[in-house]
């Protein structure tokens, strides 16, 4: 199983392409002050927005109340992914709000063709989860916030008004040329699902 974790590198500080991702439980998560034990960690290779590709090393532990593994991925990874967030949204909202093809938006030696239809077509399949999950976690963290009072129809509405409330989410917009929307996004889908 995984866990995201916030955790904010600055990608231009990184040495040698290595970067060590987060090794603590974050704070929101069930698991936060229970025992558990290192359970090692594993290296993935992220290509960044700007091409350049690092290591990223995972950690791991075991949790013997729980018997699972867990990781511990920083939170602008998506699960399975190479690339990271920003370049996922990137051909996410180009092709969903700018009709863009797939064969515009991938780029030689990645993304392939079949990888950006695959993350499009991934969220498109999963956008009203994503925007019911994204409106109740941003109704329970800021009270004063205001669920769509208009209907949604179409996909590229209900991707719009995710993406504008991703504002909501994020500390720091600075980080949104960074990290992305996106991430932010899985993040509160992530604290929405554990919070249940």
């Not at 867990?70 to 990874?77: D, H, N, V």
């Not at 008004?161 to 899985?186: C, M, Q, R, T, V």
Request: charged share 20%; glycine share 4%; net charge positive.
């Amino acid at each position: 199983m995984q866990i995201i974790s916030l955790f904010h590198p600055l990608f231009n500080t990184i040495f040698k392409g290595i970067l060590h991702g987060p090794s603590t439980i974050p704070t929101w998560h069930p698991l936060y002050g229970k025992k558990y034990y290192s359970w090692g960690k594993y290296i993935r290779k992220l290509q960044l927005y700007d091409g350049r590709i690092i290591t990223v090393v995972i950690y791991r532990f075991y949790c013997p109340e729980e018997r699972k593994t867990y990781s511990l991925l920083p939170y602008f990874i998506t699960s399975y992914q190479r690339h990271i967030n920003t370049v996922i949204e990137d051909c996410i909202l180009s092709h969903i709000l700018n009709d863009r093809s797939f064969d515009s938006l991938s780029r030689y030696p990645a993304p392939k063709y079949r990888t950006v239809k695959r993350w499009v077509n991934n969220f498109i399949y999963s956008v009203d989860n994503t925007l019911e999950k994204v409106e109740q976690f941003l109704s329970f963290q800021l009270p004063s916030y205001r669920i769509a009072d208009s209907p949604l129809y179409t996909v590229a509405q209900k991707v719009k008004y995710i993406f504008d409330n991703a504002k909501h989410i994020i500390n720091n917009p600075d980080s949104y040329e960074a990290y992305g929307k996106l991430s932010y996004i899985n993040y509160a889908i992530a604290v929405h699902d554990t919070s249940q």
